[in-house]
């Protein structure tokens, strides 16, 4: 039995290129479904959902970018992954799209090729972060069994220290502000000071130095957070 075509959103305004987007992914066995702008995606959303989402940045009703924030910050689509299509260039946009959400930017003109490689890139991260057992240096994230262990060994964490460690673990090598952070693992509607996900911080790196894991929560000037296994 074959497995059913992942779903994919496309959410942009110009017809050539959002048909011309569709047709690649189709070959390549996706399935998909076009908006013109925010409001015909919201729509979109409510009757299907897909595995990932492309956004322009510039769309006529809303911007891209403030779809990705309202999304991200939708209990039930802040695990969607999002890809952004913009002709912004800067590196201050990118930064802004990928602070405010997206797990990918791509700068137009693009290939094919290319936006078939980082979509199939993105969709292995979403589905590594899906396992039931998350590995990484020498934790081990049971999620089933809501365990953390190093070398066979469990380390007793905190409910928020757990929810932490968690994301992080699940969205490795990515740095994440403590604005997002509060959003993504306390909750959009918690209003709470971001010193507190410093403390919190502290309390998880303090459970991990036993097992010398405590280095995987690396600070980030001025950015935030982020687990990475590789050296500073």
Request: hydrophobic share 40%; net charge negative; with cysteine.
């Amino acid at each position: 039995m074959s497995m059913p075509a992942e779903k994919i959103l496309i959410v942009e305004d110009e017809q050539a290129i959002r048909e011309m987007i569709a047709f690649h992914l189709s070959r390549a066995g996706y399935e998909t479904f076009e908006a013109a702008d925010c409001r015909e995606a919201r729509h979109l959303l409510t009757d299907n959902r897909p595995d990932l989402a492309l956004v322009d940045w510039m769309l006529p009703d809303i911007s891209g970018l403030e779809l990705t924030r309202q999304l991200k910050r939708d209990k039930e689509y802040e695990d969607l992954a999002i890809i952004m299509l913009t002709a912004r260039a800067e590196e201050r946009d990118k930064v802004s799209g990928l602070e405010g959400g997206a797990d990918d930017y791509i700068t137009k003109p693009f290939s094919p090729r290319e936006l078939l490689a980082r979509i199939q890139a993105v969709l292995r991260r979403l589905n590594v972060s899906a396992t039931e057992v998350v590995r990484s240096g020498v934790l081990e994230l049971d999620i089933a069994g809501h365990l953390v262990l190093a070398g066979g060994d469990e380390i007793k964490l905190g409910p928020t220290e757990y929810r932490l460690l968690h994301f992080l673990m699940t969205h490795s090598e990515r740095v994440y502000s403590r604005a997002q952070l509060l959003d993504r693992v306390w909750g959009a509607n918690v209003y709470v000071e971001e010193r507190t996900v410093d403390v919190h911080v502290r309390r998880l790196r303090k459970a991990l130095t036993d097992a010398s894991a405590d280095r995987y929560i690396q600070t980030v000037r001025g950015a935030g957070y982020r687990f990475s296994t590789r050296d500073v």
